[in-house]
């Protein structure tokens, strides 16, 4: 989702075709065709989703024709998926997954949940802190909502009043203003934050060996017709993970490349290779994980945090995943 930067300069890449999917699509790639594949990104094109466009133009010379359109709410492109609307998607779909019986399946996980809880160091210093009061997470059925839930129960503790504010940069300026005193951000904006102001905000105690935040998702029925296009798709994406676990720099090389956000002030884009570098070793991104992990890890977390219901030994993990287009890729 994620896709960190003042909310003033974190802006989409192309202000172009609004899809009459919601308000605020945004497309990226041209004119639409029969053969055209669309693509639902719940969050905008920027640096922290970068990566992610980069794939997608790789894969759209190896012959996959696309058009990404950017939703400002992640429920939102989840729900264009669902409705046949678009083929694919980039968001974190479990927390409808079981309602829909299997008309969506995962193809590879992008990002990890490497989050963290930022409080108000005055009003708050332990989760305890937070028994009865306000927090605010990314949207419904989000990881930051599934962390949230978790470490209430782990500590034994119930939140109040819930709010939703999409996009941990603009979770950011709510904090500096004084709006909310407790959420969760990701890991480029939990360190920006902390560099302007920390000695307002604190963090507290997360989770470890984190879960899937953005995955790579689509129809089961596009899956099943288009098996070479599916190959092409997931096969550039874990491709670009694993340049990147070695040269972060190949991001920002590419998007030089190829032109993208230039839009973007240059003082934003400028931070491309250190947001990677940075991205890198902390286990945002996660080339070439066995997918037995990845999905051990995403069940467990996901049960736990209610956005799947357990037990997990109940759950399969081929109602959650098509594994044969990552597993040939990783090869």
Not at 46 to 63: D, F, H, N, P
Not at 64 to 74: D, Q
Not at 207 to 226: H, M, T, Y
Not at 280 to 287: E, M, Q, R
Request: charged share 20%; aromatic share 8%.
């Amino acid at each position: 989702m994620a896709t960190g930067e003042d909310t003033t300069v974190r802006k989409s890449l192309i202000a172009a075709t609004i899809l009459s999917l919601s308000v605020g699509a945004v497309s990226l790639a041209g004119g639409a065709s029969a053969q055209t594949v669309q693509v639902a990104l719940g969050d905008t094109v920027s640096v922290e989703t970068l990566a992610m466009a980069i794939a997608l133009e790789r894969a759209k010379e190896r012959g996959l024709a696309y058009k990404l359109t950017s939703f400002s709410k992640e429920d939102l492109a989840i729900q264009a998926v669902i409705s046949g609307q678009t083929e694919i998607g980039i968001a974190t779909p479990y927390a409808v997954m079981q309602k829909t019986k299997g008309s969506i399946k995962n193809l590879a996980q992008l990002t990890r949940l490497v989050f963290f809880a930022v409080v108000d160091r005055s009003a708050y210093k332990t989760w305890k802190d937070l028994d009865g009061q306000p927090i605010t997470f990314h949207s419904r059925g989000s990881g930051t909502e599934a962390i949230g839930n978790i470490m209430a129960t782990r500590n034994g503790i119930k939140f109040g009043q819930r709010n939703y504010i999409a996009g941990s940069e603009n979770r950011i300026v709510a904090l500096m203003n004084g709006q909310i005193k407790a959420t969760i951000l990701d890991l480029a904006n939990t360190n920006l934050l902390m560099q302007k102001a920390g000695n307002r905000f604190m963090t507290l105690p997360g989770l470890d060996n984190p879960a899937s935040d953005e995955i790579l998702f689509a129809r089961s029925d596009w899956i099943a017709k288009n098996p070479k296009q599916v190959d092409i798709l997931v096969g550039e994406f874990v491709k670009l993970w694993a340049e990147m676990k070695k040269n972060p720099g190949i991001i920002e090389q590419e998007r030089a490349k190829r032109g993208l956000l230039k839009d973007l002030p240059k003082a934003v884009v400028e931070g491309t290779t250190k947001f990677y570098t940075d991205g890198v070793k902390a286990g945002l991104f996660n080339p070439g994980a066995r997918w037995q992990a990845i999905a051990k890890a995403d069940l467990e977390f996901y049960v736990e945090g209610g956005q799947l219901k357990g037990p997990v030994q109940a759950l399969k993990i081929e109602d959650f995943w098509h594994l044969a287009p990552y597993t040939q890729a990783l090869k």
